[in-house]
């Protein structure tokens, strides 16, 4: 039994010892592609040591009586197997022969103790049946003899990784027949790194796929980065698409410990284009090579040290449905099985393979193209969304976090299926409708995904400008979706949503004011809020204060203080808990202080779920204190999103602001006394219920009398037949979705034609 192989003594068909990642690594270094050298410890030696140390039956006993269901109880069985691997001592043979192979590596590269790469490479991992990738661990930067054998000791401790139990449970992998080999690879420290699909990931057409971030590729591969995104003609030969990306963070090699750091990316890097087009051609060219030897699409990972591209990894795209038999066609075709059924929540259709993601430690598994099945999404849900192709949640309404983030991103998405994720098998492909909310088994053959990337009615982008006297403004929740929205042609925001910006950083806003970083915290809005500012200046954009209800909280860094509460809807959120912790009010409005001494005057600033005319008071006061002054050198608004605070609007005139509007989500739950996140009630929660349009018309007529500003930005503000009845009540604007500004304008349109001609049909007959 060999311990250990290194690259060019492996070929493809050597998975069962060198797992997925090994065996591809070797075959690419056999077929002349540049790879970093080095070698495998194989599963065999895996094996070795926990069959020779007794441990084996130790670990497979704790799985037996492992009930997966069971999420404390699967975290607490990973974490005891993965302390008994590890705390196991590594027999002298197999040590030996592993510190052995270190030093060979480093006299063929010529240097003592080199830096090298350390990751896992299961025997089950990366085939097309059962992609098992991101589910073991990596390590970067690992140096010297004593090291490099803890750290393969950690790598086989990471078979056992909760994610990875369950995944093997659910598809019916038997644990004891799953070995893990262990990649040891000279480390490159990548100055731009990244991934490379050689078809389209999602649709399988003839263009790569290139994304890439400064430094090591772990950003990328994390989702901890938004990197630039490249797509390339193979057969034309050049680029037809770039987009630059604020790459706000980077991970690098500390050069001091030697330890992989995660810091700030520079200023003049940022939004900096990663990649030149002679780099992109280089990479093409190498991708192509690639699919041409597997004679199949790849998704690869790349690294560029000293203006030379390495290749780290290469693995078949398993997203894609590749059969293209008649049989198979024709039946998806004319079989339409309904499996699920729920609430159309975004429009489109798209289909994929399920990944149902039960906690965040699973996110890593979403890959491009999948479609993501959990009860509901969160804010730090938020990267892995952006991989998928489709999203399905058991719980929420058309106005849940996985709705809004979904219309936003143009992701088709059917929430309130009520167990979906226990109807759907992982790895199936399914079909889902996010228009009428229906979830169709298999791949259906029409199946086109109308997300608003390619066609000009989804996307709302007009050829010739409607004109309307009523604006017609858009709904705005992440920077990154700013470009997106302002192709609309929209005449501006009118809502910023605070919410995604400050959740991303994952660390409590709290924790940086008490960690003496408000500056840190500042400048992050600064840079997220510019974006949307940029984008549409000098138009108008209302940024919305921070009103995130204390469950989404909990997951962040310094989260672990935020109480219970039985309903967060009605609970500690908006003004009045910005009131309590005035400190992250005062940073959001430094923020915008900055913003306007830079010019940026079009940002104005709303307040969230006021109910009593004090809290607009006691929020004017703090703007005050840090050098912002309301209703003079910025415009200041209120959400009417309460009955308290519709039927006392004149109260709030009279304390002074500029503009109101209206959020029908809030103000029809409780108006109407329903959680708009619960599908058993879902049927009654209605924006046209004739107690909410009597509440709006109130409020529009007395905002009219006072010359103060009105306008929408819930649900209802994408609605046409609620827009017809806003803009006859004399609302001053409309706050649409992206996918929904088109529409709205044309209604907007149509209604003002309307009323003039019954204005001047009533002058004719006066």
């Known amino acids: 039994m060999k311990h250990v192989e290194f690259f060019e003594e492996l070929r493809k068909e050597d998975v069962a010892i060198a797992g997925g990642k090994g065996a591809n690594l070797g075959e690419l270094t056999r077929a002349g592609i540049p790879v970093p050298p080095g070698f495998v410890v194989t599963s065999k030696t895996y094996d070795q040591f926990i069959k020779e140390t ?8 704790i799985l037996d009586a492992l009930d997966v269901e069971n999420n404390k109880e699967l975290q607490a069985s990973s974490v005891k197997i993965k302390k008994i691997i590890t705390e196991t001592r590594m027999p002298d043979e197999i040590s030996t022969i592993i510190i052995e192979a270190y030093n060979a590596l480093c006299h063929r590269i010529g240097k003592e103790d080199v830096f090298v790469a350390i990751r896992s490479s299961a025997t089950a991992e990366d085939l097309p049946e059962a992609s098992f990738a991101g589910q073991q661990d990596t390590y970067l930067n690992i140096r010297g003899n004593e090291e490099v054998v803890e750290y393969v000791q950690k790598c086989w401790a990471s078979l056992f990784e909760s994610r990875a139990i369950f995944y093997r449970e659910e598809n019916d ?42 430094g090591l590729g772990e950003g990328v591969v994390s989702g901890t980065v938004t990197p630039d995104t490249c797509w390339y003609d193979k057969e034309k030969n050049e680029v037809l698409d770039y987009k630059i990306s604020n790459k706000k963070v980077m991970f690098k090699r500390d050069p001091d410990t030697g330890h992989t750091v995660m810091e700030d990316v520079p200023e003049d890097l940022a939004e900096k284009r ?21 004679n199949f699409p790849q998704d690869t990972e790349w690294a560029i040290e000293g203006g030379k591209i390495y290749m780290l990894q290469s ?17 998806g075709s004319t079989e339409r099985v309904i499996i699920a059924k729920g609430l159309g929540a975004s429009p489109g259709m798209a289909s994929g393979a399920v990944k149902i993601v039960r906690n965040t430690d699973e996110l890593d598994k979403i890959e491009k193209g999948d479609v993501l099945v959990t ?24 106005t849940c976090h996985a709705a809004i983030v979904s219309r936003e991103l143009g992701i088709p998405c059917v929430v309130g299926t009520g167990d979906g994720s226990k109807i759907l098998k992982e790895n199936s492909i399914v079909t889902l409708d996010g228009s009428k909310g229906f979830v169709f088994e298999g791949k259906l053959k029409s199946d086109k995904k109308d997300t608003g990337t390619e066609s000009t009615p989804a996307t709302g982008i ?65 840079e997220n809020i510019l974006k949307v500012a940029d984008a549409f200046y000098p138009k108008t954009v209302w940024y919305r204060t921070l009103d995130a209800p204390t469950d989404e909280f909990k997951s962040l860094q310094g989260g672990e203080d935020e109480p219970y509460e039985h309903n967060p809807m009605l609970g500690w959120r908006g003004i009045r808990r910005e009131l309590d912790e005035p400190e992250i009010l005062k940073a959001e409005f430094k923020a915008i202080k900055k913003l306007h001494e830079e010019g940026y005057t079009n940002i104005g600033i709303m307040l969230p779920l006021v109910q009593h005319p004090d809290e607009l008071k006691e929020a004017k006061r703090i703007a005050r204190e840090v050098g912002l002054k309301p209703q003079k050198n910025i415009e200041w608004g209120i959400m009417v999103e309460t009955p308290g605070a519709a039927l006392t609007i004149e109260d709030f005139i009279a304390e002074g602001i500029d503009f109101v509007s209206f959020g029908t989500n809030d103000l029809t739950q409780y108006t109407l006394a329903i959680d708009r996140n619960n599908e058993h009630v879902a049927s009654l929660y209605s924006e046209r219920h004739p107690a909410i349009m009597k509440l709006i018309a109130m409020v529009i007529k007395e905002c009219n009398k006072a010359g103060v500003k009105t306008s929408i930005c819930g649900q209802a503000g994408s609605m046409p037949d609620i827009v017809e009845q806003l803009v006859e009540l004399g609302i001053t604007s409309v706050s649409a979705n992206t996918d929904a500004v088109a529409t709205v304008r044309e209604v907007v349109a149509r209604v003002e034609k309307k009323l003039m001609l019954k204005a001047a049909r009533k002058v004719l007959q006066g």
Do not use: C
């Open 375 to 398: 009860v509901m999404t969160t804010p730090d849900m938020v990267p892995a969304m952006k991989r998928a192709d489709g999203i399905i949640t058991d719980e929420g309404g058309v």
């Open 173 to 214: 992998f038997d644990h004891s027949k799953v070995y893990i080999a262990v990649v040891v690879q000279e480390m490159v420290n990548a100055e731009k790194a990244g991934v490379m699909f050689t078809v389209h990931p999602s649709t399988g057409e003839e263009k790569i796929l290139i994304e890439a971030a400064w």
């Open 315 to 331: 693995r078949p795209v398993t997203t894609l449905n590749m059969d293209t038999g008649k049989d198979q066609s024709e039946e």
């Open 274 to 294: 990663v990649l030149s087009n002679d780099e992109i051609s280089q990479l093409a060219e190498l991708g192509k090579t690639i699919h041409k030897h597997y």
């Open 54 to 61: 007794g441990i084996f039956d130790e670990i497979m006993d």
């Open 462 to 526: 007009q050829n010739a400008p409607i004109l309307t006297v009523t604006e017609v403004k858009v709904n705005v929740s992440m920077p990154e979706a700013a470009q997106k929205a302002a192709a609309t042609g929209a005449d501006g925001v009118g809502l910023l949503r605070t919410e995604h910006m400050m959740l991303a950083l994952g660390v409590h806003p709290k924790k940086f004011i008490t960690d003496g970083k408000e500056d840190e915290l500042v400048k992050a809005l600064v």
